[in-house]
T-cell receptor, first 115, second 110 residues
Framework: DTGVSQNPRHKITKRGQNVTFRCDPISEHNRLYWYRQTLGQGPEFLTY????????KSRLLSDRFSAERPKGSFSTLEIQRTEQGDSAMYLC?????????????FGPGTRLTVT | EDQVTQSPEALRLQEGESSSLNCSYT??????LFWYRQDPGKGPEFLFTLYSAGEEKEKERLKATLTKKESFLHITAPKPEDSATYLCAVQAYNTDKLIFGTGTRLQVFP
């Protein structure tokens, strides 16, 4: 039973460049979540999908951020025209949903550094 | 506005010295309260879910309890390997998102 995987684990980019991260959820999970975490803070919710439908987006998610889950399996998070304030750990989580199981299981994260 | 506050921010314990971490919350209709452990540079690791006041869950040296306004994570006879940041999060009925506190950094010294 493999857990949530994320790629790449680390990304260094220059300000103004576009970056894309990938998340592969636990295979039987139909819900997938993206969070962002900065040093000394708890994770902040960005968006989530049920299957391929994007059901909720945070007000934190500016127009430069876009997420997709085209076939209801893996998901990508793209940041366009990166800014130094985008430097953070980007975490992906998945859950099976349903009435008895709301736990979200997190991947190892992608650490983004914008120079 | 839904909110989670954790205290203390940091806690240093001697090995074997039991203590408790606090998570206070305000949420419009609590579906569940979640505890996670996070090691440096890694993603949060799920520990417990609590759904109703009075509920308790245990795992090894950890025990989580829930009231209508707060949750406690009790650590009994901690070991150095329990050193980590412990995060508390709440989920409301009308959403799937988790709202996290800033965590408690626990250090256990031998």
């Amino acid at each position: 039973d493999t857990g949530v995987s994320q790629n790449p684990r680390h990304k260094i980019t220059k300000r103004g460049q576009n970056v894309t991260f990938r998340c592969d959820p636990i295979s039987e999970h139909n819900r997938l979540y993206w969070y962002r975490q900065t040093l000394g803070q708890g994770p902040e919710f960005l968006t989530y999908f049920q299957n391929e439908a994007q059901l909720e987006k945070s007000r934190l998610l500016s127009d430069r951020f876009s997420a997709e889950r085209p076939k209801g399996s893996f998901s990508t998070l793209e940041i366009q025209r990166t800014e130094q304030g985008d430097s953070a750990m980007y975490l992906c989580a998945s859950s099976s949903g349903g009435r008895t199981s709301y736990e979200q299981y997190f991947g190892p994260g992608t650490r983004l550094t914008v120079t | 506005e839904d909110q989670v506050t954790q205290s203390p921010e940091a806690l240093r314990l001697q090995e074997g010295e039991s203590s408790s971490l606090n998570c206070s919350y305000t949420v419009s209709g609590l579906r569940g309260l979640f505890w996670y452990r996070q090691d440096p540079g890694k993603g949060p690791e799920f520990l417990f879910t609590l759904y109703s006041a009075g509920e308790e869950k245990e795992k090894e040296r950890l025990k989580a309890t829930l009231t209508k306004k707060e949750s406690f994570l009790h650590i009994t006879a901690p070991k150095p390997e329990d050193s980590a940041t412990y995060l508390c999060a709440v989920q409301a009925y009308n959403t799937d998102k988790l709202i996290f506190g800033t965590g408690t950094r626990l250090q256990v010294f031998p």
